[in-house]
């Protein structure tokens, strides 16, 4: 995808691309908790179902040779940035032909030639990278734009201050993306998080907006619109994106009724799906029928199953290369 509209017009192929990426990081998520479940998958992951419109309406308002950073919960910030679904199914199973040669795992894809400089499983800490790479585009005079996804928890992340500041300061083509799905791990966000969210990117005089994240065509209005004023100088923005994750903290956190209701998780599900909601907008602006949906979700399937098998038959690393790629 990672194609640019014009601010103010969606046209209908874009929507309908937007449909298909969100469908095919559902599946993929879908997939990866089986990968989990079966054991076939070392270690865990953070699933991103729920969450898709976010990653999906800010990367289809950017090129390809702008950067994201990304979370924990990242493999649909990859996937919305155009990583394949084979390399990033082989990193998380450990195999050489995933994007960090299986050394990375779910928790650290990075794919530069799509713009992905990486997922980072420290809470906030890719704010910092994001901001170098606008630092790094403002010094040589390019016109890219950095996007940096992080959830609501990071904002107790000192680091987040220290750049937002600098990115104010030096007017840098930076957009935070706070992603909030309501929770930190177990706890929610009201008892972790102080005052008014966007209150504090305004205290550095940053330009700071509030979207609904389950809206995929309000989040790219919304970034097409930063994106644009941040390409022609107009200094960073931020991005509060409200979601809802509908699975566990990560996929290991099956019963989560000690911190947040059934009623709850059943009311996001059914009412506030951003791939329904999209489904139900394209039909009722004639953009797609309800085949036309089917046939996207099946072709997104058939793409998951093609993913699946390569990664599933590709080789492992050699040992020795254990010590390669390794910095300290
Ligand atoms: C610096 C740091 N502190 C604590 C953790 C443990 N930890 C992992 S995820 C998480 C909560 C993250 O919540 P949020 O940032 O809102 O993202 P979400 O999981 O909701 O997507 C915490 C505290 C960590 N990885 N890094």
Known sequence: M???ASPAVLDSQLAGEMYSRMTLIRLFEEQANELYRSAKMPGLTHLYIGEEGVAVGVCSALRRDDWITSTHRGHGHCLAKGAEPGRMFAELLGKEAGYCRGKGGSMHIADHENGN???NAIVGGSAGIATGA???AK???????AVCFFGEGALGQGLVYEVMNMAALWSLPVIYVCENNLYNEYTHYLEATAGELLARPRAFGIESREVDGQDVRAVHGETAELVARARSGGGPAFLLANTYRYHGHHVGDVDRTYYRSKDEERLWRDDRDPIALHGMWLEAQKVATADDLR?????ARAEIERGLAFALAA??????QVHEDVFA
């Not at 046939?295 to 072709?299: H, L, S, V």
């Not at 080789?315 to 020795?320: A, F, K, Q, R, V």
């Open 2 to 4: 990672n194609a640019v």
């Open 117 to 119: 400089l990486g997922a």
């Open 134 to 136: 606008a630092f790094s």
């Open 139 to 145: 010094r040589r005079g390019t016109d890219q734009v």
């Open 295 to 299: 046939r996207i979700e099946d072709e």
């Open 315 to 320: 080789p492992y690393p050699d040992p020795s």
